[in-house]
Nanobody
Framework: QVQLLQSGGGSAQAGESLRLSCAAS????????MGWFRQAPGKEREFVAH????????RYANAVVGRFIITRNNDRNTVTLQMNSLKPEDTAVYYC????????????????WGQGTQVTVSS
């Protein structure tokens, strides 16, 4: 199995930056792409960004294009989401995710979830 351990996040003012990290472990980790979803109160969980095991083929939700950057480390076991120019609309619980279906960004396609990290952006 794959385990996903999140860190970072927190609170920030609009226009500031925060960082999220996700450390993955498990014997089958290489076959998974990794990414991030988020869920605001009363809203459905939504896709934010993902990245292939190689570090290529990144994809972003339209709401975060130009502001968020997703990367992998050299060992391919840690994914970082750098969140710049934060907006109050970015406030949500952010979930690290790992899955194999590269053609889907639906929550039902995700095989493993992190524990969730709160991000709060005030105006």
């Amino acid at each position: 199995q794959v385990q996903l351990l999140q860190s970072g996040g927190g609170s920030a003012q609009a226009g500031e930056s925060l960082r999220l990290s996700c450390a993955a472990s498990g014997r089958t980790i290489r076959q998974f792409q990794m990414g991030w979803f988020r869920q605001a109160p009363g809203k459905e969980r939504e896709f934010v960004a993902h990245i292939r095991w190689s570090g290529g083929n990144v994809r972003y939700a339209n709401a975060v294009v130009g502001r968020f950057i997703i990367t992998r480390n050299n060992d391919r076991n840690t994914v970082t989401l750098q969140m710049n120019s934060l907006k109050p609309e970015d406030t949500a619980v952010y979930y690290c995710a790992a899955w194999t279906n590269v053609h889907s960004i639906e929550v039902n396609a995700v095989d493993y979830w992190g524990q969730g990290t709160q991000v709060t952006v005030s105006s």
